[in-house]
């Protein structure tokens, strides 16, 4: 009888069996092929990320392209949660997750000082070089800038448009319902804003002002959404439920683009970008960081941009944008947008999300 012990000892591994397969596959590359591929044939990358529209986007302009080059292959995982990572990586990571990608850029930071992420080796990411500063953090990075912003219909407001939080607290000058969501995340930069405190100025934030501005406002805020269901929102604003609300914007640019009355506003609307970080304890830590490379690559996020209407941390790539699209999104309009603190959020997330919470349901 076959004990447990000896069960685990004759039975492979997945890594190695993809191990066994690299070797194999390697001796029968063709003549020419990189040092990388040779290495890199058969192995496979677990990515835990994000499902729909977004992920075929991913696949033809980062994922699809690394394979080719390696020999590599990657597995997704969908959806990403952070309870989901954090659960796995407390426990020995069972599931060998090699990347994720994060909600946000304070996510990462957050995983990373508690241990669960690898600190990047920039050596190994030379196109880190050829993005924008913010976007490259110590354990992680981003191809793209998203945008959380104001949306509104603009049929509601057809003689002047609202352009500020200040306008978004104007019920008089524009009346009708708002709504926020159940996530912490801008609520309370915009209320300081709304109060007159400078972008500059915004952290560490004053909850206290905060709150009494938000108090204000209370009375025209119909509904807090789940800041998940993005469908909620545009359900919402498409049936008229709501004239203006902050949510993640890159439905409400494809409505606009596409002709319909909806709008968002840029000035003082915040970016971040969802980023990418690699799992502590990954076999695959060179290979982790050559796929994150592609992701910087200027000819990579021009196939993503067109994939998935958004703003590429690479401004090479920004040429893959129309005129229209520009303006629509955070690279036309970084000069007056805000961007959420990563580090701020890593290290108050927890204290900010409950006294958020608990003003919500009072």
Same mark, same amino acid.
């Given at each position: 009888?076959?004990?447990s012990?000896?069960?685990?000892?004759?039975?492979?591994?997945?890594?190695?069996v993809l191990?066994?397969?690299?070797?194999?596959g390697?001796?029968?590359?063709l003549?020419g092929?990189?040092?990388?591929?040779v290495?890199?044939?058969g192995?496979?990358?677990?990515?835990?990320?994000?499902?729909?529209?977004?992920?075929?986007?991913?696949?033809?302009?980062?994922?699809?392209?690394?394979?080719?080059?390696t020999?590599?292959?990657?597995?997704?995982v969908?959806?990403?949660?952070?309870?989901?990572?954090?659960?796995?990586?407390?426990?020995?990571n069972p599931?060998?997750y090699d990347l994720?990608?994060?909600?946000?850029? &304070?996510?990462?930071?957050?995983?990373? *000082?508690a241990?669960m992420? #690898?600190?990047?080796?920039y @050596?190994l990411? =030379? $196109?880190?070089?050829?993005?924008?500063?913010e976007?490259?953090q110590?354990?992680?990075? &981003?191809?793209?800038?998203?945008?959380? *912003?104001?949306?509104?219909? #603009?049929d509601?407001?057809p @003689?002047?448009a =609202? $352009?500020?939080w200040?306008?978004?607290?104007?019920?008089?000058?524009f009346?009708?319902?708002?709504?926020?969501?159940?996530?912490?995340?801008?609520v309370l930069?915009?209320?300081?804003?709304a @109060?007159?405190?400078a972008p500059?100025?915004l952290?560490?934030?004053?909850?206290?002002?905060?709150?009494?501005?938000l108090d204000e406002?209370?009375?025209s805020?119909?509904?807090f959404h789940?800041t998940?269901q993005s469908?909620?929102?545009?359900q919402m604003?498409s049936?008229?439920?709501?004239s203006?609300?902050l949510?993640?914007?890159?439905?409400?640019?494809?409505?606009?683009?596409?002709?319909e009355p909806?709008?968002v506003?840029?000035?003082?609307?915040f970016?971040?970008s969802?980023?990418?970080?690699i799992a502590k304890?990954?076999?695959?830590?060179?290979l982790?960081h050559?796929?994150?490379?592609?992701l910087?690559?200027?000819?990579?996020?021009?196939?993503?941009v067109k994939?998935?209407?958004?703003?590429p941390?690479?401004p090479?790539?920004n040429d893959?944008?129309?005129?229209?699209?520009?303006?629509m999104?955070?690279a036309?309009?970084l000069?007056?947008?805000v961007?959420?603190?990563p580090?701020y959020?890593?290290e108050?997330?927890a204290?900010l999300?409950?006294r958020?919470?608990?003003?919500?349901?009072?």
């Amino acid at each position: 009888m076959l004990t447990s012990l000896g069960r685990d000892h004759f039975a492979p591994s997945r890594r190695d069996v993809l191990r066994g397969a690299a070797a194999v596959g390697a001796g029968l590359l063709l003549p020419g092929a990189s040092r990388l591929s040779v290495i890199a044939a058969g192995e496979q990358l677990i990515f835990l990320t994000w499902g729909g529209d977004f992920a075929t986007g991913v696949r033809v302009a980062f994922s699809d392209p690394f394979q080719e080059q390696t020999g590599a292959t990657i597995q997704d995982v969908t959806p990403f949660s952070y309870g989901k990572f954090q659960t796995a990586m407390e426990n020995g990571n069972p599931e060998s997750y090699d990347l994720m990608w994060f909600d946000d850029d &304070s996510e990462p930071y957050r995983a990373g *000082t508690a241990g669960m992420l #690898e600190e990047l080796n920039y @050596d190994l990411i =030379p $196109n880190a070089k050829q993005v924008i500063e913010e976007v490259r953090q110590p354990f992680s990075v &981003s191809p793209y800038m998203t945008m959380y *912003t104001a949306a509104y219909r #603009e049929d509601n407001y057809p @003689d002047k448009a =609202p $352009n500020s939080w200040q306008d978004f607290w104007d019920t008089e000058q524009f009346p009708c319902a708002r709504s926020f969501g159940t996530w912490v995340g801008g609520v309370l930069e915009a209320a300081l804003m709304a @109060d007159g405190v400078a972008p500059a100025d915004l952290y560490p934030l004053d909850q206290d002002r905060a709150y009494a501005k938000l108090d204000e406002l209370r009375p025209s805020i119909r509904v807090f959404h789940d800041t998940q269901q993005s469908a909620q929102v545009d359900q919402m604003l498409s049936q008229g439920e709501i004239s203006m609300v902050l949510t993640w914007s890159t439905d409400s640019v494809r409505k606009h683009l596409a002709g319909e009355p909806i709008n968002v506003i840029h000035n003082q609307g915040f970016w971040f970008s969802p980023a990418i970080g690699i799992a502590k304890g990954t076999e695959y830590l060179d290979l982790a960081h050559e796929f994150l490379n592609i992701l910087l690559d200027a000819k990579a996020q021009r196939r993503f941009v067109k994939a998935w209407v958004t703003s590429p941390s690479n401004p090479e790539a920004n040429d893959a944008l129309s005129d229209e699209e520009r303006k629509m999104v955070v690279a036309g309009n970084l000069d007056v947008m805000v961007h959420l603190d990563p580090k701020y959020y890593a290290e108050n997330l927890a204290q900010l999300q409950e006294r958020y919470d608990n003003w919500r349901v009072q």
